[in-house]
């Protein structure tokens, strides 16, 4: 694994050069192969980054959506990520809906939407149980708690090791979640991440002796994979 750690000035920077980055891995990846997979992260860290990339010149069709977590609600409940992400950016593209992989969150048991997302990324990517898709790239954020996608701290989710998708959990709401091996297995992960409120789980998760089961975000460290974390200043100035 290739770990890189860079703090920018301001939230302004941060947004510029995850857009850079995100921008050259799109390319780079497609100078060798036909498609492009990027799942996305949710809450409100991304949602600039999500603005800049709805005006650049892409071959969009080459380009598939998917997203790591999302809320249980509907999809144009406020809540929703992929509402955020499809007003930001995907609403303003020309991108074939067929690229656009949602997560489901219509069946009353969020057990049995899990299951269908599962099935629908092994379907997609073409692999079966026990391996795993993997994605080119997985943005993810992290909550002040240092939990990323929708894995909590204290969750019985971070422990899910034979499934792509589970349940999550927050504050007895469901939420359907990329589980930590699926992440694990992507080829670049990227971890956004801005503000001081995110100082105090960053210290825990930099720390060589953190306990992953209260800072899920240890969990994340692709054997095989590139893994960045770009930090604001306000976040990450004591780190690097
Ligand atoms: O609830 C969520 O929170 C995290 C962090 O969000 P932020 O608002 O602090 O940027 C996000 O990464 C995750 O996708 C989302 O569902």
Known sequence: MQKLVEVLADKQALIA??????????TTSLDQQDYFTIALSGGSTPKPLY???SSQPLD??????????????????PDSN???ARLAWLDRIAIP?????????????????AQKYDDHLRQWFGVNSPDFPVFDLILLGM????????LFPHTAALTVSDRCITVGEKDGNPRLTFTVPLINRARCVIFIAAGESKRPALH??????????????RLIHPPAGELYWLLDAAAGSSFV
């Open 17 to 26: 050069k995850s857009l850079a980055l995100v921008l050259e891995k799109i």
């Open 51 to 53: 603005e800049a990339l």
């Open 60 to 77: 969009w069709s080459k380009i598939h959506v998917f997203w790591g977590d999302e809320r249980y609600v509907s999809p144009d409940h």
């Open 82 to 84: 992929q509402r955020m």
């Open 97 to 113: 809906a067929a690229n656009i992989h949602h997560v489901p969150t219509d069946d009353p048991d969020p057990y049995l939407a």
């Open 143 to 150: 909550g002040d708690d240092g939990h990323t996608a929708s």
């Open 204 to 217: 825990e998760i930099f720390s060589a002796y953190g306990d992953s089961f209260s800072y899920p975000s």
